[in-house]
């Protein structure tokens, strides 16, 4: 749900925020008080183009900024987030921004991180649908009309099954084609393979060998300058006159006499003797590391040759000695695929033929289930359609099975949805042809249509927010009446925002918004705020055509109702 929907220097808006609850939630506002400021608020927000001439007089930018409550959402949010190197919700929030200024630049985020208008776009599919003269309608699209039919029948999993199929089948698709090559092509790369695999195998590579080798080497070339050293280390240790060994001797007969004057520095000879027993492992361990060291040119040869041969190996298939070990090991696989070739493509073609066969039972079986479900869907919808001041509109779900040939081959072109195609299409009048949904002229036509569907469809759509501007247009009595209460039930399982011009409408609303203009320090600026019953009572008298006691009655006798 939409939590909160900040908007910074947009049109007369100065500074607002505004906190809605779950529910159905109504604006309501004398004509050009702010109302439609909203609607282009969140359409900023849902990716669409940005008019400068909408930032407030005076200011530099405009900032519209929106928290989201997704605990509800069923879409891949956070793969998504992490696909396109976007932060992960917090506490359940996503936040999205979008800034754009005078001098023509343009930024959004989200979760804080810089993002495109795409990315907007293609995260407003999944949170809100826009329905008015500022259209975000997704159920406009032939696609998203597949998905809403498969959803209203609970052919999820057979669809689900069918799109699986098909990536199957891409990847035999795909296998085959890296084994069909011409005689030419299949002969060169074949002799590439082999000469690859036999010198990487020749190479007797072992993992992580290039590091142990690099230092031996080092160590290697640098044999006498260690040994000279060592034996510097070794004579200023013990083999000369004037050696640290020697000198120790000296400091401990110096030391026991200190110790005989003074007992109580009996821990200064205790740390002597400590020093004198490090020197001698000192030594001892120099020595030994110096009759190690020995000066081998031809040693040395041998390893420069093997670094060499590794590092050319590295060259070819690295950058790294790991790196050229797995390259072995798929050239050695694609060798032996290639010198079996023709057994199999024969093994490819059976699989191909039984991955067809199952995509046309499935493809089928989904065809058949969805020609019983468009005719319950159009039937429930032309229900609904009269029931909100259609009374001889007819809504029909036009489906187009695009079956293949009974055996399908690689040329086959194949959707993941299945066979069909579809478009939602509605007569408003008798003697009328339907028409597609997007071919709806009127508005207020098509947001009572869009309502209706809303209707039929609340317990399987998943877009959690639905917002509605003129769906009272050109409509009043007993049919304002069953408008507001269809959305109440939406309401039930969406948040629904409708900006109304209706007090039947606007009764029915959980919770009551009006939109006012003021003018402070010169300036105009649309404000909103939340009306308790008494103020409610006022406005929805208004709306009724004054503040008469018949209106406020007739207000108080609506909220009761």
Known sequence: MLHTLRIKNLALVADLTLDLPEGLSVLTGETGAGKSIILGAVNLLLGQRADRTLIRSGADSCTVEAVFDIRRLKAPLREFLESNGLEPCEDHALTLKRTFTAAGSNRQFVNGTPTSLSVLASLGEWLVDLHGPHDHQSLLYPARQLDILDAFGGLENARNEFATLLQTRAKILEEKRQLILDELTYARELDLLRFQVEEITASRLVAGEDIALAEEHHRASNATRLLEQCQSALELLSESDTAMLSQTGLLGRTLHEVKRLDPSTEKLLELHESTVEL???????????????????????????????????????????????????????????????????????????????QILDVGKRLSIARAALRVKLANAVTSDLQELGFNQ?????????????????????????????????????????????????????????????????????????????????????????????????????????????????????????????????????????????NSRINELARMLGGGGDAAVQLAESLLKS
């Open 279 to 357: 020197l001698r492992e000192l030594q001892h361990e120099l020595s030994r590391y110096r009759d190690r060291i020995q000066v081998d040119p031809e040693r040395l040869t041998e390893l420069e040759e093997r670094l060499n041969l590794i590092q050319s190996l590295k060259r070819k298939h690295g950058p790294r000695l790991e790196d050229v070990l797995e390259y072995g090991e798929k050239a050695r696989a694609r060798l032996a695929i290639l010198n079996s070739r023709d057994a199999e493509v024969i093994r490819l073609n059976q699989a191909l033929a039984e991955v067809h066969k």
């Open 393 to 533: 509109s007819h809504f029909d779900v036009v489906l187009t099975p695009n079956l293949p040939e009974l055996v399908l081959n690689e040329q086959t072109k194949l959707n993941a949805s299945g066979f069909d195609q579809i478009e939602f299409q509605f007569a408003p009048n008798p003697g009328e042809p339907p028409r597609p949904l997007r071919a709806i002229a009127s508005s207020g036509e098509m947001a009572r249509v869009m309502l209706a569907i809303k209707s039929v469809l609340a317990r399987v759509d998943d877009v959690p927010v639905l917002i509605f501007d003129e769906v009272d247009a050109n409509v009043g009595g007993e049919t304002a009446r069953a408008v507001g209460a269809r959305m109440k039930q939406i309401g039930r399982n969406h948040q629904v925002l409708c900006i109304s011009h209706l007090a039947p409408v606007a009764a029915q609303a959980k919770t009551h918004f009006l939109v006012s203009k003021s003018t402070r320090a010169g300036r105009t600026e649309s404000r909103i705020e939340a009306l308790d019953n």
